[in-house]
């Protein structure tokens, strides 16, 4: 069973949020399997519902019609977030503690503790280059800093599946640059990566394959390679899927 | 258990570190030895006036900590987007609101500890004290009201914003002072549908002011019997496990948005 079940599995996924006594339907009925390993960039233009397919899998959203699965687990059981690590967009967090008293509030969270928690916070402090800053309050830091820890704390279970959100939104090329460090360095453990994005150029570079949602609906998914002719850019098709997407 | 003690850790972090502990421990000693001092009618060398005035201000700087700090937790979380990270983790929403409810109760029952302690301590430098008894009685019920204001206001935070659920909170720790006491006095001018209408309320309204030991302390009363402590106790939490029960409720179903500023 263990081997068999996928990070990601969602079902006919509908969903619908209450507007001014209507209802506005902004996910339609969506299907979706990400294998294990797999990087795989969750694309569509402002709207579309990335963020709410985002929020359905963590448990925030109940889905009107459907269902969602982590690692085999319906995700209204807490267990089913055991294994996954998630960066919002635009991480905030307690400004009033350390970074490293966030890691190992985070780590506890999981139930860790002891050295072993000591450990992996020293090991994610040195994986996202804020060793010293550690032990300075979050209020203090960059926007970069801020999202290093985010993915630091997203991190400290060493999860299975991990959810970016928007990973690389406002950062500087050196901060772009060591978020891609560390997906690489996912993809060679073999972690599952699912992440939203507007920035097609880092979808390029780091997702095996995508999946592009417009209007609710799954516009195009697949290897990047099988779903971008040579002679064109992913930008490129991305606009045309979703011209194509808003037309029907 | 470590999940609820871990959030109630955070909520410990932010009292101490936003410092409204110390500004009002500060104060406290500031007014207490200025009473003192300034010596106004011969009232500072009166131990009883003291003792009214110190722990008046204890109550009344204990609830503005319980109040602000509790009522601050839910929607601040909502506002800065922290949810969002905190509910991915392995954390059920009813795990939240008892580490958020229980970080903000021990914090504002220590500082209250604190505020009864350093009373105690200047009442000492006068060469004055206290039946002890009476007074640990006095903080014990005093934590307990604390723990039905703490979770009211977590209840009321559910749905609401700080703002208001700091203003509601503050008008249920108001009337169940001054105004649920007066009822049945107030039931022998009224006439019978009113009177019931009191009597609802009476019964619906939380009774702070049955964990209010002041006058006890001041005029050195004999300690309550287990018989009026132990039930008092019960009622206070009952009380708070019904907040807690409608926060759970308010709080199962929520559905929050990015950057919600509730």
């Not at chain 1, 068999?4 to 006919?12: K, N, V």
């Not at chain 1, 797999?38 to 709207?47: E, K």
């Not at chain 2, 392995?90 to 500890?113: D, E, H, M, Y």
Request: glycine share 10%.
């Amino acid at each position: 069973m263990a081997g068999t079940e996928y990070p990601i599995e969602l079902d006919a996924l509908a969903v619908s949020y209450p507007v001014h006594g209507g209802q506005v339907d902004v996910l339609r009925g969506i299907s979706l399997k990400v294998g294990r390993g797999q990087i795989v960039g969750f694309l569509g233009p402002n709207g579309a519902g990335k963020t709410t397919t985002i929020h359905v899998l963590l448990g925030f959203v109940e889905p009107a019609a459907g269902s969602a699965r982590l690692f085999g687990e319906d995700v209204r059981r807490t267990i089913a977030r055991q294994r996954i690590g998630y960066l919002p967009e635009h991480p905030q967090t307690y400004g009033f503690l350390t970074g490293r008293e966030l890691l190992r509030t985070a780590g506890r969270l999981f139930g860790m503790r002891g050295p072993s928690l000591e450990n992996r916070v020293k090991e994610l402090l040195g994986t996202v280059d804020l060793e010293s800053a550690a032990d300075r309050r979050i209020s203090t830091y960059s926007r970069g800093m801020m999202q290093r820890i985010g993915v630091a704390q997203a991190l400290i279970n060493d999860p299975d599946l991990v959810i970016l959100d928007e990973p690389t939104g406002g950062l500087d090329p050196l901060g772009r640059m060591q978020i891609r460090a560390i997906i690489g360095d996912l993809r060679t453990r073999g972690k599952t990566v699912f992440f939203s994005s507007h920035e097609l150029s880092e979808v390029e570079r780091v997702c095996d394959s995508v999946v592009m949602l417009v209007g609710g609906r799954i516009a195009a998914a697949g290897p990047v390679s099988e779903l971008v002719q040579p002679s064109e850019s992913l930008e490129s098709y991305f606009l045309r899927v979703v011209e194509r997407g808003l037309a029907s | 258990m470590i999940r609820i003690l871990t959030i109630a850790g955070v909520v410990w972090r932010e009292m101490l570190r936003r410092r409204d502990f110390y500004v009002l421990l500060i104060l406290l000693g500031a007014l207490l030895f200025s009473l003192m001092s300034i010596n106004v009618f011969g009232l500072g060398s009166t131990m009883r006036y003291m003792v009214d005035t110190g722990l008046l201000l204890a109550w009344i700087f204990s609830a503005v900590l319980a109040v602000t700090l509790s009522a601050r937790q839910l929607p601040a979380e909502e506002q800065r987007g922290t949810i969002f990270a905190l509910l991915a983790k392995p954390v059920t929403r009813w795990q939240l609101l008892a580490g958020k409810a229980l970080g903000a109760w021990s914090a504002v029952s220590a500082a209250t500890a604190a505020f009864y302690a350093l009373l105690l301590a200047v009442l000492a430098l006068k060469g004055w004290s206290v039946d002890l008894t009476v007074t640990l009685q006095a903080l014990v019920l005093h934590v307990t009201a604390l723990a039905m204001a703490v979770s009211l206001a977590l209840a009321v935070s559910t749905r609401t914003t700080f703002g208001a659920a700091a203003s509601l909170t503050w008008l249920a720790l108001a009337a169940g002072f001054v105004f649920v006491p007066q009822i049945p006095a107030l039931l022998v001018y009224s006439d019978r549908v009113s009177g019931a209408a009191m009597l609802v309320l009476y019964y619906a309204l939380p009774h702070f002011e049955l964990f209010d030991l002041r006058q006890c302390v001041v005029h050195d009363w004999p300690a309550l019997p287990a018989n009026i402590l132990f039930p008092v106790l019960c009622y206070g939490l009952l009380v708070t496990a019904i907040f807690m029960l409608l926060a759970w409720l308010g709080y199962r179903g929520r559905h929050f948005k990015r950057g919600d500023v509730l």
